[in-house]
């Protein structure tokens, strides 16, 4: 008797019990309708620019051109912007002129990849297809 009291405790002692899992208080989004969720965001956001980018990025240069030269520098190559003086970088410091002036001077070393036939209305700026 002293032999399977002493088994019956072992077997206790090393058997694990059921844990039961707690609930969370609200369901988590799944992961699927996140990535849908971002996908309808960024379908869009390409028809809106689609339809209305060539304006826009035209009106954010004539009224507001140290925005314009902000978005530009950040869709440089980084190569590009690590070869700039810091002293240059700095937006604050310089005059409106001074801003419009290096618009110009991107807007020259942009313009051959801006006619680019391949590129869309909207990368053009005038807002119709591709010529084939």
Known sequence: MADGAAKARRKSAGARTARAKPE???APIARRSKKTLGDDFAAALRADFRAH???VIAAVRAEKPDQ??????TMLPKEFSQGLDA???????????EIRSRIRGL????????????LSGAARGDGSAPST
């Open 24 to 26: 969370p208080a609200t």
């Open 53 to 55: 980018g060539a304006g």
């Open 68 to 73: 314009y030269l902000k978005v530009v520098l």
């Open 87 to 97: 002293n240059q970088n700095s937006l604050g410091q310089l005059s409106d002129e």
């Open 107 to 118: 807007e020259a070393r942009l313009r051959p990849f801006l006619d680019d036939r391949d």
